[in-house]
Each structure stands twice: as C-alpha cells, then as structure tokens.
C-alpha cells in the first residue's frame, strides 16, 4: 500500500481516530491508477467490492488460479506500457454483424502471441503479418514489435478499426515496425502482398467464410509462389480447427497447448509445388 489512512465517524459526523471507518487509498505500482474503498459505503458499491472479492477467492483455489491471476496482472501492465485498450469482449450484435459463422472479437492473451511469435522466424523487413479479424488491434501491436516490413489489420467493423488505429497510434513510439496498415473489407475479400507473409487467425470465423478466406489464400500462393506461414490461436474445441486440420494443401508444422490448456495454437504453411500443392 502506497498510503493508508484511519478515521472514525461519531453519529453526529464529527471524527475520531477510532478505526470504525477505514479508507484506503490503493496506488498501483505502475502508477496512476488509484482505488479507493470506503469500508461504510452505499450497499451496491459494498455489492461489487465483495462480488470482486469473491471471484478473486474463487479463482486463487481453482487449479493454476495464481497463473491466472499473474496473466490477468500481466495484461494490466502492458496494455498500461503500450498505451492501448484492448481488454474486452466484443459481440457480434454490438456491431450489427451478426453472422453464424462469425465470432465474437476476444482479444489474444499476451502470453499466448509470445509463445507463437517466438516459434516464428522474421527476416527483418521482408516478412508481412496479417491478422484476420484484428478487432482492437492488440495482435497487430504485439507483432510490431518484431521486425516485419508490413503489419496489416482486416476488419470488417469501421468500429473497432478506429478503436484500433487509436491503440496502434499511441502504442507506435514502443514498436519496431512503424508500417501498420488497418483495412476495413471482408476477409473473403481481402488481397494480400507477394511478400512472404504470416497470416494470423485467433478464431474469427469459420464455415464458408473460412472456404473462401482460404481458397484465396491458396491462389494467391499459386499466381506467386512464397513463404506462407498460417498461425492460429483456437479454443480447445473449434469448428475452424476441425475445418484447416482438413485442408491437405496446408503443412502442418508444429501444435501446442495455450493458456493453460484452454486453447491450441498451430503452425501451418502453404505447401511448395512439388511437395504436395495441387495446381
């Protein structure tokens, strides 16, 4: 604690040092982010304060509670380093898309790209990345940080490309790539650079759009034969891995458990003529 404080209220207002009335000024080590607690304090706020309480307690006696409340920290931390407000869940119907084979935006755990990204090899300022579904734009600033040439966004909400051309802006003195490109299109429509690329999927959708976003994927690498490394980031149970576990065309190089064995993440690339591609 930064700082705290005691004082007592007698019934006719007047104060004591007696501690029947605590107040506790919370400064996070970060700096800047005070809380304060009145212990007698209108009962909805009392409500939430133990509702907080309770959860806390709850997850530090489950399995692995600490490791999910260190993540939790962790996120506070570099959200607050790069300046960027990605933290939340976004519904489809928040933005008027409702689709069936859309998912919701859900930003990628910070621990979860670390550990894809470094199975990854950049060659400074050759290599593109692209994320499907950039929402926010947290996985966008997450790979600016490595040496890619180009880092580019699809995202068919106007809504959540502003939130992210904002993150991205005030993220952008922390990052090593400054070419950050967010596209506002459907990903079925989206054209993607000759470069060698990492192309990004942390669940976005599935059904016929994923058919789509992959066939396009698939010519795209036929008219300009390249590297392309496809990197997703799943629940344990998906139908987008049970649909790319299926697409022969596809190497698939590496799996590996995430967040604590909630969710998958898999390395794939686009076979080379002459070992398996299909013209």
């Known amino acids: 604690l930064s700082s705290a404080y005691y004082r007592a209220a007698r019934s006719d207002g007047s104060e ?52 999910q409340i260190a993540r939790r920290l962790r996120t506070m931390a570099l959200e607050r380093y790069y300046g960027i407000e990605t933290n939340k869940v976004v519904y489809l119907s928040e933005l008027a898309l409702d689709h069936a084979e859309r998912r919701e935006y859900a930003p990628v755990d910070f621990n979860d790209f670390d550990t894809l990204l470094a199975r990854l090899t950049v060659t400074k300022e050759q290599n593109i990345f692209i994320d499907f579904g950039s929402g926010m734009g947290r996985a966008l600033v997450l790979a ?47 054209e993607f650079p000759n470069d060698p690329t990492v192309m990004f999927f942390n669940n976005p959708f599935s059904g016929e759009i ?5 066939q396009n994927i698939r010519r795209s690498h036929s008219l300009n034969p390249r590297s392309i490394t496809i990197v ?28 604590q064995g909630a969710r998958i993440g898999l390395i794939y690339e686009v076979k080379q003529r002459g070992r398996g591609l299909a013209a």
């Open 210 to 214: 994923l058919d789509r976003v992959l």
């Open 144 to 190: 600016a940080r490595a040496p890619f040439k180009k880092v580019i966004g699809i995202e068919l909400s106007d809504d959540l490309n502003d939130i992210a051309r904002k993150n991205i802006s005030r993220a952008m003195p922390r990052l090593r790539c400054r070419n950050i490109e967010v596209v506002s299109i459907d990903a079925t429509e989206a």
């Open 232 to 259: 997703c980031n799943l629940p344990a149970k998906s139908a987008f891995y049970e649909q790319i576990s299926k697409v022969e065309w596809l190497d698939h190089k590496e799996s590996m458990t995430l967040s």
């Open 16 to 67: 004591t040092d007696f501690p029947g009335y605590e107040k506790f000024d919370f400064s996070h080590p970060l700096g800047q982010w005070p809380l304060q607690m009145n212990i007698f304090m209108e009962p909805s706020r009392m409500r939430k304060y133990i509702q907080i309480a309770s959860r806390t307690t709850s997850l530090l006696m489950k399995p692995g509670g600490f490791n």
